[in-house]
Structure formats: structure tokens, C-alpha cells
């Protein structure tokens, strides 16, 4: 399964990361590789409370692209 996520830098110092797709899941991390592990598991475990809920499972539909201004 392939999510998009974003990630920046947050003001403690911490990288931000969250995944637009599913509202609310969002992580962090002390480098960009732990943001980037600890938002797969918490993609998982959202996607698994729905489930266990009979909530539908939100699709994909965020598309990201580099805009030169």
C-alpha cells in the first residue's frame, strides 16, 4: 500500500511527518529515517482501527509536485 506523506522540520528540532489521506495521522522523529518509520507504523495502526471499527478505508488521492516560482 503506498501513502503520501510529508515531511518538514518542526520548531523543537524534531522532524514532522503526516500522511494528508488519513486526517490526524500525523508523527514525528529525531531524524527523517525514525519520522519516516514511526509514520509507517502509525499509517498501520490508523488503518487497522478502521477496520476493527467497519470505518471505510480513505483512498489515496493527494498528488504532490515541486512548484518553481
Known amino acids: 500500500m503506498e501513502r503520501?506523506?510529508?515531511l518538514?522540520?518542526?520548531?523543537d528540532g524534531y522532524w514532522v511527518i503526516e500522511c494528508p489521506?488519513?486526517?490526524g495521522c500525523v508523527s514525528q522523529g529525531?531524524?527523517?529515517e525514525e519520522a519516516i518509520e514511526n509514520i509507517k507504523e502509525?499509517?498501520?495502526l490508523y488503518i487497522e482501527s478502521l477496520e476493527a471499527?467497519?470505518?471505510p478505508i480513505?483512498?489515496?488521492t493527494h498528488d504532490?509536485?515541486?512548484v518553481i516560482v
Open 53 to 55: 471499527h467497519g470505518d
Open 8 to 11: 518538514y522540520p518542526g520548531e
Open 21 to 23: 489521506s488519513l486526517p
Open 30 to 32: 529525531k531524524t527523517r
Open 4 to 6: 503520501r506523506v510529508i
Open 64 to 66: 504532490s509536485f515541486v
Open 58 to 60: 480513505p483512498e489515496e
Open 42 to 44: 502509525a499509517i498501520a
